[in-house]
């Protein structure tokens, strides 16, 4: 299995380009979020869904969009990147409400 | 407001000793408590889950203990190796209907010399 799939591992934007980060897993898992991961702080939640065709907000949805169409895929696009969207990006899945979440290896995102 | 504390903030340790880190939490509802540990440039893995009702978990040379009534949680590694440099996070689930939000600690920046 591989788990959770993130692509790009690396990107680098120009302020006010948009692109879409990817996030597959291949687990049947029903709950898939994305979170970004900023130095010294602790991971902060941006979008989630707890199933394909159901989204909702996170704490910091502010110049994101999702969608889920699938059950496999959760894609997160910037609409309008900004310097302050620099940051680490991960994709995790769970099974269940209260089981284990699975994260992928991340995407490391500059916006200049 | 939801929080997780983390200490130490980071630590140093000889390889074979053992250490302790600390999480302390206000988040309500409170689900479950679990810790990670995240490689550098890699993305954090599961090392425990825990529910109210449980006080302590291994897995292998990993230990975590909670304390409900206190909200205090700690992971206790022992016979450290050189591969248990890393950092510990700290993250407690908060139940609202369909989804558990995971509120998450900044990590215990732990390294493990020889």
């Known amino acids: 299995n591989a788990g959770v799939t993130q692509t790009p591992k690396f990107q680098v934007l120009k302020t006010g380009q948009s692109m879409t980060l990817q996030c597959a897993q291949d687990m049947n898992h029903e709950y898939m979020s994305w979170y970004r991961q900023d130095p010294g702080m602790g991971l902060r939640l941006i979008h989630y869904s707890v199933g394909a065709g159901i989204t909702d907000q996170g704490e910091v949805p502010n110049g994101y969009n999702v969608s889920r169409s699938t059950t496999e895929d959760f894609p997160l696009r910037l609409l309008s990147a900004a310097p302050s969207q620099t940051s680490v990006y991960f994709c995790?899945?769970?099974?269940?409400?209260?089981?284990?979440?699975?994260f992928g290896q991340g995407t490391r995102l500059t916006v200049v | 407001k939801n929080q997780v504390e983390q200490s130490p903030q980071s630590l140093i340790i000889l390889e074979g000793k053992n250490c302790t880190l600390q999480c302390n939490y206000t988040v309500s509802p409170f689900s479950n408590l679990r810790w990670y540990k995240q490689d550098t440039g890699r993305g954090p893995v599961s090392l425990t889950i825990m529910t109210f009702s449980e006080n302590t978990k291994s897995n292998g040379r990993y230990t975590a203990t909670l304390d409900a009534d206190t909200k205090q949680s700690s992971l206790h590694i022992t016979a450290s190796q050189l591969s248990d440099s890393a950092s510990y996070i700290c993250v407690v689930g908060s139940g609202r209907g369909g989804y558990n939000k995971l509120i998450f600690g900044a990590g215990t920046r732990l390294a493990v010399h020889p």
């Open positions: 995790a899945s769970s099974l269940l409400r209260d089981t284990e979440a699975f």
